[in-house]
C-alpha cells in the first residue's frame, strides 16, 4: 500500500512522460518521423507495459505453429546483452551475446534463425541477406519500436492488470500510451484464471471495445514438467517436494502461485529482471540448497533464468536443478482461430506486395 500510494506521487512525471510518448507517435502517423515497411511477413509480439505480459511463450507459441509451414526467423534487440549490433546465433553462442530470450529461443528450437540487433529496420535486411530462405520473421518486444511497420501487431496485456486500467510510468507500467493499442491487430488478455467465464470474456471485450479489424483472444498460464539443466531427465513438483525456487524474472507471482497450490513448501531466491549469476550467487544457491530440510528436495528455475546458469554446467550438473517451461493455453477454445488469422497473413503477405521501404 505504502508503494502504491508513493506511485500516485509520481503522477506529474507520468503526464510529461505520456507527452512526449504522444508527440513522438503523433509524429510517426503524420510520417514527420519515418517507419520503415518491408514486402515481407514481419510479425511483432509486443505489449505496452513493461515486462511481465507472456511475450517470449508467446513468441514460442508462434514459432512452434508457423516453423511446421515456414522457414522463420526470430530478431530481437538483446536486452542486457554485453554485444552491441547485429548477430546471427550460432553453436558457440553465449547468453551474454544476445540475451536471455534470443538464447533461449536458440537452445530450444534447432531450425529457428535467432538474430539480435538493436536497429531492426538495418537488421531485417541483413537477416534476409544471410539467410535468404527465409520466409517469416517475428519481431520480438518491438511494439513501441516504430521505425519498422509491421504488417501483424499480436499485443498482450495482462488480466489482472489491463491496460485500460493502467497509468504511464513512473506511476503505473505503461511505457506507451494507450491509443496506441489502435495499431494492433491482434490483442491476447494473458494470465486468466483458467476458469475464466464467458460473462466476464464479454466484459472485458466490453472494456478493451476493439476497433471492427482486431480481435481478442484470452489465454492462461500452463507450465510444462520440468527438465534437469544438465541431464536428460525431468521431474514432478508435488505435495511431497520442496523447491529452491531461483527467479529473476519480472513478475513471479505466477510462479508462486504455482508452487502454493503444488509444492510441499518453497523458498525463493529473488533475483532482478535480467540478472547475470555470478560465483556469490552460486555460493549463495548451494548454502540455501543445502539448509533446506526435506528429503525430496529440488531447485527449479525458469528457462529465462536457466540459459544464464548454463556457464556454472561444472559446478551444478550433478545438482538436481530443473527449468520450468511455461506455455499460453487458448481459453474457450480458440486457439486454431489464432493461428488461422497469423497463417492467413503470412500467406496474403507473401502473396501481395506491402508498401515500398522509405
Known sequence: MLLKSFRYLLWPISFLYSVVIWIRNWMYDKDILKSSSFNFPLICVGNLAVGGTGKTPMTELLVENLQQHYKVATLSRGYKRKTTGFAIADEHTTALEIGDEPMQFHKKYKDLIVAVGEERVVAIPQLLHQHPETQVIILDDAFQHRTVKAGLNIVLTECRNLYTRDFMLPAGDLRDVKQS??????????????????????????????????????????????????????????????????????????????????????????????????????????????????????????????????????????????????????????????????????????????????
Open 181 to 358: 493499442m489502435k495499431r494492433a491487430h491482434i490483442i491476447v488478455v494473458t494470465k486468466c484464471r483458467p476458469d475464466f467465464s464467458v460473462a466476464e470474456k464479454e466484459q472485458v471485450i466490453s472494456e478493451i471495445n476493439p476497433l471492427p479489424h482486431q480481435r481478442v483472444f484470452f489465454t492462461s498460464i500452463v507450465y510444462g514438467q520440468p527438465y534437469h539443466l544438465f541431464q536428460d531427465t525431468h521431474t514432478v513438483v508435488d505435495m511431497h517436494t520442496d523447491v529452491l525456487l531461483l527467479c529473476g524474472i519480472a513478475n513471479p507471482k505466477p510462479l508462486k502461485e504455482f508452487m502454493n497450490r503444488n509444492a510441499k513448501s518453497y523458498d525463493l531466491l529473488r533475483y532482478a529482471d535480467h540478472h547475470i549469476f555470478t560465483s556469490e550467487d552460486l555460493d549463495d544457491i548451494r548454502k540455501e540448497f543445502a539448509d533446506m530440510p526435506g528429503t525430496h528436495k529440488i531447485i527449479i528455475t525458469t528457462e529465462k533464468d536457466a540459459v544464464r546458469l548454463h556457464k556454472f554446467e561444472k559446478e551444478l550438473k550433478d545438482f538436481p536443478i530443473y527449468a520450468l517451461s511455461i506455455q499460453h493455453w487458448f481459453l474457450f477454445s480458440e486457439q486454431a482461430a489464432f493461428m488461422q488469422m497469423v497463417n492467413d497473413f503470412v500467406e496474403k503477405a507473401k502473396n501481395q506486395p506491402a508498401p515500398p521501404a522509405i
